[in-house]
């Protein structure tokens, strides 16, 4: 296990402890301890350093355990999940699913991690994942089919987040076109779906999810858009639960995805959306529109009325009128 993992398990029980007493239970220099969590810091941790009393994390922090999640799965969930690996440091977990899906790995395969040196989104765009405990986390599936069928797959996606999130207690959630996952407005989460196969099957794919559980300040300054983490809105929650929630929920919208598609998901994404009946613009490569949102039809593409005329759109950005 890397230094900086060992330090922070012994850290995360939230008491003081001196660099000396850090060094002598690790069997390394203080040097060494100190280093290690100016590193920490520097990647987004926050830790008090109080003279004479020694090193403490600003707050709680539960590092992602296997088993524990494992242990959250009920007996049906669980028998869908193929394997599950935590990193404490990856580029991005995406990446690493894209590249081990070669190597054979079956549906229901997860990768989690504590940070992304490389957090990806959409379109060459960063996903802020810094150390400090939000989560990081990459599901494999494999569909016989080719890539034309997994139309909706990241609005399903999003399904499994916002079921996670009631599980949890959290509300007031929303959905908007085409994968992220808001709280009054704010982005909570995002979703990145890679995909890679014969164009007439079969396919995999590979569906990433940031979730913010409990983000830096200092980390969160390099994301330009409004933000909100899980604990400024439900304080305290453990994040191997939380985990495990995600989990749970993904494995059991994509087993009804590869069976019926987007089509028992349409209602419920429908009620969910956030930008419903609004004035939006949507941002193609080329070009803006300018329309009034009308949910997503059976496929899940982007209905827009532009004088009374509704027409259908499979990718693009959404912005409100007046601030995109
Ligand atoms: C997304 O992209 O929303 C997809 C994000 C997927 C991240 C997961 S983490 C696990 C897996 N491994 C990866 O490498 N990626 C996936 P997009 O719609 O392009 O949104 C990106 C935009 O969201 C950025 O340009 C920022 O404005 C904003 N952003 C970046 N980091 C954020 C964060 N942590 N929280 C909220 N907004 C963020």
């Known amino acids: 296990m890397p230094l900086d993992q060992t330090l922070l398990k012994i850290l995360s029980n939230g008491q003081f402890h001196s660099g000396e007493a850090l060094g002598a239970q ?9 280093k290690s969590l100016q590193s920490m810091q520097q990647q987004g941790l926050d830790i008090h350093s109080v003279p004479g009393r020694g ?3 600003a707050r709680p922090f539960e590092l992602l355990e296997k088993n524990t999640i494992l242990e959250y799965l009920d007996g049906g969930s669980g028998q869908l999940c193929s394997g599950l690996e935590i ?5 991005s977990t995406n990446r690493h699913l894209m590249q081990q899906a070669r190597t054979g790995l079956k ?3 997860f990768c989690l991690a504590e940070q992304q040196l490389q957090g990806r989104g959409r379109r060459g765009r960063d996903w802020v994942s810094p150390l400090g405990g939000n989560i990081y986390l990459s599901l494999l599936w494999r569909f016989a ?3 034309a069928s997994l139309a909706g797959l990241s609005l399903a996606a999003g399904i499994a987040v916002t079921r996670a999130l009631n599980v949890l207690g959290i509300t007031e959630h929303g959905l908007k076109w085409p994968n992220d996952v808001l709280w009054k407005g704010k982005k909570l989460a995002g979703i990145l779906l890679e995909v890679a196969g014969e164009a007439t099957g079969p396919c995999h794919a ?3 999810i940031g979730l913010n559980v409990a983000m830096p300040k200092e980390a969160a300054s390099a994301i330009e858009q409004a933000w909100v983490d899980i604990e400024s809105i439900r304080p305290g ?3 191997n639960r939380i985990a495990a929630e995600l989990v749970h929920q993904l494995l059991v919208v994509l087993a009804q995805f590869q069976q019926s598609g987007l089509s028992g998901f349409v209602d419920e994404w429908r009620s969910l959306d956030h930008f419903a009946n609004q004035e939006v613009v949507l941002h193609l490569p080329v070009r803006k529109i300018e329309g009034i949102a009308r949910s997503i039809d059976e496929q899940g593409s982007l209905c827009l009325e532009v004088e009374g005329k509704v ?5 693009g950005e959404v912005s409100l009128r007046g601030l995109g």
Do not use: M
């Not at 690790?26 to 100190?34: C, E, H, I, Y």
């Not at 027409?311 to 990718?315: A, E, L, M, T």
């Open 55 to 57: 090193y403490k994390l």
């Open 87 to 91: 990193h404490f440091e990856i580029g």
């Open 107 to 109: 549906s229901g395969y």
């Open 311 to 315: 027409s259908r759109y499979g990718s």
């Open 237 to 239: 929650l453990g994040r």
């Open 26 to 34: 690790l069997g390394v220099t203080r040097s060494a301890v100190w």
């Open 145 to 147: 089919e080719g890539p």
């Open 206 to 208: 590979v569906i990433g």
